[in-house]
């Protein structure tokens, strides 16, 4: 019988490039999307030509039923949840002088309260199998802070806070809760940047080039693997040597 892995907000991007790579491991693969579009249908196809089972489910992770149906729906569907990562995330960035209440309040729904809701939803099942992963997606920004992302910041912030915390509470269960935290990744998310405003920034990394989603994916296949099986409650970094 194959893992199963559940991931958010994995209609593109990062964690798209984390469930094709999770397939390619043989999971059967649960993909979560939050608007209707052509490119859930794009990751289907993709997931399916791994040979694995492929479930896509609709569902706004910062609202505490539907993750509960999502949840609900995986488990109707494979019996289990194996790995669980929380990926789904937006940004709203301006000063905060500038920032309205909602931009705040949006960006820590999604990201920090999102990741408390799906996990809350999976965890019982995690606990009853006595084994099981969970990895979220943070950002360096949680860790250094940045200038006009005073609202993701402190949302990144709060999952790596999240992710020690649970880690203590359910290491005695075998279940293994991390955190990953990217620097710049090619993604929808920073093609806002202007092109000058991305030279700089490839520049200023030592490895000197932004990160591709497969380099996030290939340490979130580690962490999944058995090859982690002794870290818990970490945070790595994937970022070009960005911050050190
Ligand atoms: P992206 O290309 O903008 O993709 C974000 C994904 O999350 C999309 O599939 C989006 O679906 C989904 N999503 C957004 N809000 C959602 C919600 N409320 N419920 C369910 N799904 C939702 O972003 P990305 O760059 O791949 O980022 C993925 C994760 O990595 C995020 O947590 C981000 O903060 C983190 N990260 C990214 C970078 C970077 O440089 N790109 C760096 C550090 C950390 P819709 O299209 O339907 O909205």
Do not use: C, W
């Amino acid at each position: 019988m194959n893992k199963v892995a559940l991931i958010t907000g994995a209609s593109r991007g990062i964690g798209k490039q984390i469930a094709v790579t999770l397939a390619e491991e043989g999971y059967d693969i649960a993909v979560n999307y939050r608007n209707e579009n052509e490119e859930i249908k794009y990751v289907e196809e993709q997931i399916k030509s791994k040979n694995v089972k492929f479930l896509a489910v609709k569902a706004d992770v910062s609202v505490f039923e539907e993750t509960e149906d999502l949840v609900k729906e995986v488990v109707e569907n494979y019996g289990k949840v194996d790995l669980l990562v929380n990926n789904a995330g937006i940004t709203r960035d301006t000063i905060l002088i500038r920032m309205k209440k909602e931009d705040f309040q949006s960006v820590i729904d999604v990201n920090l309260v999102g990741t408390f809701n799906v996990t809350k939803n999976v965890i019982p099942y995690m606990m009853k199998a006595r084994s099981g992963r969970i990895i979220s997606i943070a950002s360096v920004v949680g860790i250094a802070g940045n200038a006009g992302q005073t609202n993701y910041a402190a949302s990144k912030a709060g999952i790596i806070g999240f992710t020690k915390s649970l880690a203590k509470e359910v290491a005695s269960r075998n279940i293994l809760v991390n955190a990953v935290a990217p620097g710049f990744i090619q993604t929808a998310m920073t093609d806002v940047l202007k092109d000058e405003i991305k030279e700089d920034i490839a520049k200023s990394i030592p490895l000197k080039r932004m990160g591709t989603p497969q380099d996030v994916a290939n340490v979130v296949k580690f962490l999944a693997s058995e090859d982690s099986s002794y870290i818990t409650g970490q945070v790595i970094h994937i970022d070009g040597g960005m911050l050190m």
